[in-house]
Nanobody
Framework: VQLQASGGGLVQVGASLRLSCVVG????????MGWFRQAPGKEREFVAT????????YYGDSVKGRFTISRDNAKKTAYLQMNTLKPEDTATYYC???????????????????WGQGTEVTVSS
């Protein structure tokens, strides 16, 4: 299973970006998908996750109300729509997949079986 994240870039404060994560191989429709991020010198942070059906979603506190996670099973793609970006959103964003598919709360990084290579987001003030 390969996860290919894209859509990062350099934007100004208040702008929007949409990250995409295309999954190659495996059974995408069975997977829970998610996003983590890590800024230089900081710990990895949970951003958002969505279960296999799209019916259960969780967000990290720092992105609630600004970010939206979604998925398109036909395209084997997960998305992260990021609005009202702030300098503190600057990080490398990692797409993740959990083959179990079902969510029962805020996940731990160890819940995810596959990780993508990351896409960088820089928010300039």
């Amino acid at each position: 299973v390969q996860l290919q994240a894209s859509g990062g870039g350099l934007v100004q404060v208040g702008a929007s970006l949409r990250l995409s994560c295309v999954v190659g191989g495996g059974l995408f429709s069975n997977y829970a998908m998610g996003w983590f991020r890590q800024a230089p010198g900081k710990e990895r942070e949970f951003v958002a996750t969505i279960d296999w059906s799209g019916g259960r979603i969780y967000y990290g506190d720092s992105v609630k109300g600004r970010f939206t996670i979604s998925r398109d099973n036909a395209k084997k793609t997960a998305y992260l729509q990021m609005n009202t970006l702030k300098p503190e959103d600057t990080a490398t964003y990692y797409c993740v997949a959990d083959t179990y598919g079902v969510l029962d709360g805020i996940p731990d990084p160890s819940d995810y079986d596959y990780w993508g290579q990351g896409t960088e987001v820089t928010v300039s003030s």
